[in-house]
């Protein structure tokens, strides 16, 4: 089956930079999805990248690598409110485009 | 952000038990979702719909039924549950599915503990 791989938790220092990897099976997808779930609550999107590239959007910038089956999550300037986990998921080629998701990154921010 | 609410928020319940969850929408959009999230797992398919009854099925929908009479409200059923059914369930919208690219909005979530 199609397998989205992400890292498991992320530490990282308020202020700094951090990129959250995602890396899946070259074939089988369409575009790369990232969203952004705090503890307890829904996750909400990010970023849609279905071209290979940077896409950027303000502290956010998401890339994509479609040969290499590569996608990171750029975060800037990193607050306090930035810690949550981030969930990267593939957009699949069927006429419906279901979404297959992978487990999700936790990010710590410490001051 | 899309009008999206689902109920009951929290529910604990026995085996063998049936329970409905709820979802229900104001942004007229067509295609609604149900997931459930459990720990070291991403989110995984039950079911969705395209269409007022229309609906399909996910990865997972072994031991779930939905049911969608109307474009607003989305039923997800446990028809007998179990512990391995005690999780976290996600609604969720999409205005279409005919391109790519297209966001879900999400629903709170309904926690539901099976005992």
């Known amino acids: 089956g199609q397998n989205i791989d992400q890292p498991t938790e992320m530490t990282a220092t308020e202020g700094a930079i951090v990129q959250i990897n995602c890396t899946y099976q070259?074939?089988?997808?369409?575009?790369l999805f990232w969203y952004q779930q705090h503890a307890g609550e829904a996750p909400t999107f990010l970023s849609y990248?279905?071209l290979d590239g940077l896409e950027e959007k303000g502290r956010f910038s998401s890339f994509l690598s479609r040969s290499k089956g590569y996608s990171y999550l750029l975060l800037k300037e990193l607050q306090m409110k930035d810690s949550a986990s981030y969930l990267c998921a593939g957009e699949g080629t069927d006429s419906n485009y279901q979404l297959i998701w992978g487990a999700g990154t936790k990010l710590i921010i410490k001051p | 952000d899309a009008g999206i609410t689902q109920s009951p928020r929290h529910k604990v319940t026995e085996t063998g038990t049936p329970v409905t969850l709820r979802c229900h929408q104001t942004e007229n959009h067509r295609y609604m979702y149900w997931y459930r999230q459990d720990p070291g797992h991403g989110l995984r398919l039950i079911h969705y719909?395209?269409?007022?009854?229309?609906?399909d099925k996910g990865e997972v929908s072994d031991g779930y039924s939905v049911s969608r009479s109307k474009t607003e409200d989305f039923l997800l059923t446990l028809e007998s549950a179990t512990s391995s059914q005690t999780s976290v369930y996600f609604c969720a919208t999409q205005t279409s599915a005919g391109t790519g690219g297209v966001e879900q909005y999400f629903g709170p979530g309904t926690r539901l503990t099976v005992t």
């Open positions: 990248n279905v």
């Open positions: 070259t074939s089988g997808f369409n575009g």
């Open positions: 719909s395209y269409g007022v009854k229309d609906t």
